[in-house]
Structure formats: C-alpha cells, structure tokens
C-alpha cells in the first residue's frame, strides 16, 4: 500500500474514448493522476506494466483481450495493482468472472462521478469496492444464470472453517456488513474482522468479493433463497 500522501496512479482501460474521457474528467482531482488510456485488455496490461499504477478502472468487455482475460493476467503478473471492473450492466456474469479473476470492485458505468472516485479509493486501500447486497444480487444472478464462463466449484478449504467462521461466512454472504455481522451474532465489530482475516487465509481468497463467490459456489448458500445448505 502506498502513503496516505501519495496520488494514486490510476490506469483507464475502455474501448470508447468517450467514457474514458468521462472518467479522466471525474478522477482530475489533486489525489489522481490517470498516467494511461487503453482501447483493449491487451493494451491495458502492456500499459500497466509500463507505468505501475496503483489502480486500473477496467472495462468487462473489450476487443483484443476482454476485462476479465486482462485482470487475470494483471492479478498473476502485477499483484500490486487493483483493478475496478466496470459493466454497462449491474447484473453481468462477466462482472462476477472479473471479480473471481482478481478484481478488488465493480461499478456500473451510470455511476457518479463521486461514487467513482469513492471506488477508486476504496480499491487502493485494499477494500471490496462492491455494495454487500449489490455483491450477493449480481452472484446469486450469475450462478442461477444457464450459461457461465466456469462451472461452479468446490472450496478444498472449507473444511480448515471453525464453526465459528462458517458462520460469519454465511452472513457475509447473506450481504451483511461488519456492523451487521456483528449485532447478529452478539460479539464485537473487531472480532468479526479478525474472523473474516482468518477466512480470507483459510480459502485462499484476496477479498470480500472473492470470499462471497466461493461461499456461492461450495453450496454454502444457496442461489435465490441465499439460505444455509444443509
């Protein structure tokens, strides 16, 4: 993580110069500079490489190489640098497939200028830049949707889970923040989050967007209902 002081270094990769151009005009702020513009996946992570950004706001769906197939390769290639998927759609299979590649966000391309820079920002610092509820809608769509990029798949370390910890998994599953999770169960907000740091580890899982995936995926809840399974 880079100092508090420091601008973040901001990459924008969309194959329509217009909405690039409407995103370089909401990050001219003095906490920015946008050091590079991209037409395609392809161009983005060869620009990325180029200029180290601290974060990418990348389109899902582009020529050459799409969002996903770039944010892949910019997770294993450059684990320093964030991305924030963007999609035309709140509900896109292609948002949850950026998300399991690596992505630490997803905004809808209607968003503000304000709930963009917000983004931004909560991706550098490390954070799921995704609404808890709008997280569990777009997964629960995706994997009750006919068609995917992957098979669902089963979570080899489910099983290393305290009864304890697959608790806060399901809640945070559920779509429930820290706060929530909290009050819930009757235990501290800092216990949730040393709870949740555990889990993170034993799934092998980078953030809260990936941890909500693998709990979709391993049954523990269930599409729709988002009940427990079992």
Request: net charge neutral; aromatic share 4%; with cysteine.
């Amino acid at each position: 993580m880079t100092e508090p002081s420091e601008r973040i270094r901001v990459l924008i990769a969309d194959d329509q110069p217009l909405v690039r151009r409407g995103v370089a005009l909401a990050l001219n702020h003095d906490q920015f500079d946008v050091v590079a513009e991209a037409d395609n996946g392809q161009r983005a992570v060869e620009l990325a490489h180029q200029h180290r950004p601290h974060v990418v706001v990348m389109d899902i769906r582009m020529p050459v190489l799409d969002g996903v197939q770039a944010t892949e390769r910019l997770t294993r290639e450059l684990p320093t640098c964030r991305v924030l998927a963007l999609s035309t759609f709140d509900m896109d299979e292609y948002v949850v497939a950026a998300l399991r590649a690596g992505a630490c966000g997803f905004l809808p391309k209607d968003a503000s200028p304000e709930e963009l820079v917000a983004a931004v920002r909560t991706v550098h610092t490390g954070e799921a830049a995704v609404a808890p509820r709008l997280l569990t809608r777009l997964i629960s769509a995706y994997v009750t949707a006919p068609r995917r990029p992957q098979p669902p798949s089963p979570v080899p370390s489910m099983g290393k889970l305290t009864p304890r910890e697959v608790e806060v998994w399901h809640r945070l599953a559920t779509g429930l923040d820290n706060a929530e999770i909290a009050s819930a169960m009757g235990i501290s907000a800092s216990t949730v989050k040393n709870h949740i740091t555990s889990i993170f580890a034993k799934l092998s899982v980078r953030d809260r967007a990936q941890a909500v995936i693998a709990a979709y995926e391993s049954g523990l809840v269930e599409a729709r209902s988002a009940s427990p399974v079992g």
